[in-house]
Structure formats: C-alpha cells, structure tokens
Nanobody, 124 residues
Framework: QVQLVESGGGLVQAGGSLRLSCAAS????????MGWFRQAPGKERDFVAT????????YYADSVKGRFTISRDNAKNTVYLQMISLKPEDTAVYYC?????????????????WGQGTQVTVSS
C-alpha cells in the first residue's frame, strides 16, 4: 500500500516558478517508478513527467520539456516537480502517481496509486 500526498501548488504569475512535492508512505517507494500528471478543467488527465526508481532516468511531455524537472529523494520518500517559466496553459490540478513497474511510463493506466492532487494556477 502506498499513500501519496502532494503539496506546493498555488497561484503564480506567468513566468514564475513553483516546486511541487509528493510525500509517499510505504516501504516500496524507493523501488517504484513515479510520475506527475495534470488535469485542466474539462480536459483529460495528461502525462507531465516520470522518473525511475534511481532517479537516473526521466522523461517529459514535450509541452514541459526544458521548463519542468522531476527528481526524487528516496531517503525522504519524496518526489518533486520543479516548474519554471510557468505559462497560463500550465494551469491544472497536478497529481503524483506511483507505478509498480520498473520502466518509466507515460500511460496513466501504468500507475496504481494516486495522490489527491494540488492546484496550480498561472495568471497571465
């Protein structure tokens, strides 16, 4: 069983930065692929970024590449999403997710545990 709790969302002006955190409970965190997804009002949940168990491999959606950085601290059971140069189109609820797989994955169905989400709003 893995429980995920996101934090760090908020309101920021375009061009600003935010750092999201996802604190995980459970002994299997360090062996799991972790991902960030987001869902804007009226839209489907979209992949944002993923990281393997070691932090050595990451992958990003084209829309955030170069602006967002995913990282993890297995000693703290926490995964992060550093977001810079934020745009109004980044406005969404951001979800942290954990996958039982060993390979990074962009598909939401590959993840079996999800957090409750944290709202990110970017004003123009």
């Amino acid at each position: 069983q893995v429980q995920l709790v996101e934090s760090g969302g908020g309101l920021v002006q375009a061009g600003g930065s935010l750092r999201l955190s996802c604190a995980a409970s459970g002994r299997t965190f360090s062996s799991r692929v972790m991902g960030w997804f987001r869902q804007a009002p009226g839209k489907e949940r979209d992949f944002v970024a993923t990281i393997d168990w070691s932090g050595g491999r990451t992958y990003y959606a084209d829309s955030v590449k170069g602006r967002f950085t995913i990282s993890r601290d297995n000693a703290k059971n926490t995964v992060y999403l550093q977001m810079i140069s934020l745009k109004p189109e980044d406005t969404a609820v951001y979800y942290c997710a954990a996958s039982p797989g060993s390979l990074i994955d962009t598909r939401a169905r590959a993840y079996d545990y999800w957090g409750q989400g944290t709202q990110v709003t970017v004003s123009s």
